[in-house]
């Protein structure tokens, strides 16, 4: 069964682009060496915040953008298995356009079971 989230107000749901795990000379790098990478996918988006009047403000990210994040931002959660961060749109420091997409580590699990 896949769970389907939706974050409430302000919030969004990420998943983090894993980087690669070895370098330019071929040189693997372990898991324990590795950063936490700052740059993720937005998978899902609350409504949007509201002023004190009640007015509803739709929030600038939308799924599918490419986000950059700060080191210690969000929540790490934990939704059928797969690690997603859930943030404030006030946490993200601006969209990435323009440059090819990283793959996800979940996408490459997908392509490495089909082959």
């Known amino acids: 069964m896949t769970t389907k989230f939706t974050p409430l107000h302000d919030r969004i749901l990420v998943r983090r682009v ?4 070895t370098t330019r000379g071929g040189l693997i790098i372990p898991d324990s060496a590795k ?18 009047e009640g007015k509803l ?10 986000i950059l994040f700060g080191k210690y931002s969000g929540t790490e959660i934990k939704l059928d298995g797969d690690d997603f961060l859930i ?12 440059t090819a997409k990283k793959e996800s580590v979940s ?3 997908t392509a490495g079971a089909r082959k």
């Open 35 to 52: 950063d936490k990478p700052q740059e993720g996918t937005v998978i899902s988006v609350g409504k949007g915040k509201t002023n004190d």
């Open 107 to 109: 996408a490459r699990e």
């Open 87 to 98: 943030m404030k749109e006030e946490e993200v420091l601006g969209i990435v356009t323009g």
């Open 18 to 21: 894993e980087e690669a795990g």
């Open 57 to 66: 403000f739709s929030l600038a990210v939308k799924e599918g953008d490419s």
